[in-house]
């Protein structure tokens, strides 16, 4: 579990300084555009590309760390016996629903294997490929997250019966 912890964080650096370089080209970008007036003409594909390796690497990380926005608003309503394997369920309803999604990109990927972008002529494949490959890797979280839940459980049901 650690080394798959450990990779998730090296993902998720990777997007570090991929959200550095582009910060660092937007600058270059808005000094070119007000200085000179000549603005880079390929930073917006050059961002959406980004964007899609930023969020795709660092989304199991994320997930890992419980970096997540959750709202405990039904908190105290759901803290019921009867409702006590709710957040394993749906732990494993989201891994079902990120695996679905890295399969549908995948199989969108493979169908427009040959497309590029416009002005930079980067082919499309790479980052969708990184869409598929950070939402499988989020899918085996939420997988885990659904076990390890399933077995505090089941530790906490030995311990009261004691």
């Not at 600058?27 to 980004?50: C, I, K, Q």
């Not at 549908?104 to 490929?129: D, G, K």
């Amino acid at each position: 579990m650690q080394l798959f912890g450990r990779f998730l964080r090296l993902l998720a650096l990777a997007a570090g300084a991929v959200l550095l370089l582009l910060t660092l080209v937007t600058v270059v970008d808005v000094v070119l555009r007000y200085v000179f007036n000549a603005p880079l003409a390929s930073v917006w594909e050059f961002t959406e590309f980004s964007m899609t390796v930023i969020v795709f690497l660092g989304i199991a990380y994320c997930g890992w760390t419980g970096g997540h926005i959750s709202i405990d608003l039904l908190e105290k309503w759901l803290d019921r016996p009867s409702l006590r394997y709710l957040p394993a369920l749906i732990a494993f309803i989201s891994g079902l629903l990120f695996a679905l999604i890295a399969y549908r990109v995948t199989l969108e990927t493979i169908a427009t294997i040959t497309q590029v972008s416009n002005t930079l002529r980067w082919p499309h494949y790479p980052f969708r490929f990184t869409t598929a490959f950070g939402s499988a890797l989020l899918a085996v979280v939420f997988m885990i997250q659904g076990v390890m839940s399933l077995q505090r459980r089941s530790v906490r049901e030995r311990s009261d019966a004691a």
